[in-house]
């Protein structure tokens, strides 16, 4: 029997991780060909590879059969080489419809970011993929932060933090939905909503670090401070608990980024103890003492002086 076209695009399970190496490499040349020749090619030139490469990627993507309930590593990869290649079409169709770029204007930037999101939350839903769910809410993200600025255009970072910190409740309280049924989606929105915060940290970080700003005891509301702290506090936590690594790296970068905010700028003569020092202090002594206090012995189980199990016969 012929093998029908569709066959002959079904990634075989057995190999499917060379498969998604070569999908990789395909990936990386639309890249490489679109930023080498992004002047000396026409934008339906450019459209048309990228369109060939994203159409048969999407196809062994879609076809890629389902051996559970999770996607394998390589069909995640090949879910999010579709997304990118997603990203250079849209990209080429905007300029042929006269868009100067996907993040030119915020209204482009709000439309090119909710296809992005639709299109990750689409193989989140369909074939229960973790990565596309924090792609999804990424870009999500990015394209509410957009709306806000095209719609009501504030000025300044302000704005930005508190959509941040709205986008950074939702992300937890989807992630507490997602955690007894889908427990990877919901370390995904953990993952989401601990970048929203390190992205609120950095706003400040940045001025700290490279504009000269005040001092940061006094420069920074102790609100902000306090968000970010308990955020990388609490995904160390989460991370422990759950056995995920992801969030206990941005816990991490946000207690860096918390030294910085709360540190960098303060000079010697005006450097002092008071304020996060002592608090910090006061939360690790009053835990260590906790965690550390004497304890009577437990009792011994009610079996301890059952004899031991006999031996099962060999067969």
Known sequence: MVPSALDLLRPKPFRGDVVAAGVVVLTTLVGVVAVRFDQAWSA???LAYA??????????????PMEGDEPRAYQSVLYVSSIALFVAVVVRVGQLVGSDGV??????????????????????????????????????GVAVLAAVQWIW??????T???????????YAFAAIGQRDRRLRHGVALIDAAGLAVLAIAASFAASALFFDAPEPITGVAWGWE????????????????????????LGVLNLVAFTVITSVGVSA?????????IALALAAGVLLVIGL??????PPPPDADAPEAPPLPLR
Do not use: K
């Open 44 to 46: 339906g030139a450019h």
């Open 51 to 64: 369109l060939v490469a994203w159409a048969f990627v999407t196809a062994l993507a879609v076809l890629a």
């Open 103 to 140: 993040l030119s204007s915020a209204g482009t930037t709000t439309w090119v970011m909710a296809a992005f999101a639709a299109y990750a939350f689409a193989f989140a839903v369909q074939r229960n993929s973790a990565a596309c769910t924090l792609i999804g809410a990424l870009t999500g």
């Open 153 to 158: 255009d504030p000025s300044g970072v302000a």
């Open 160 to 170: 930005a933090r508190w959509v941040l910190l709205a986008l950074t409740v939702v």
């Open 226 to 249: 306090l968000l970010i702290v308990a955020a990388g506090f609490g995904l160390i936590a989460y991370s422990s608990v759950d056995r995920q690594p992801g969030p206990a790296y």
């Open 269 to 277: 003569g005006g450097a002092t103890l008071l304020g996060w020092p």
């Open 293 to 298: 206090r004497p304890t009577t012995p437990a």
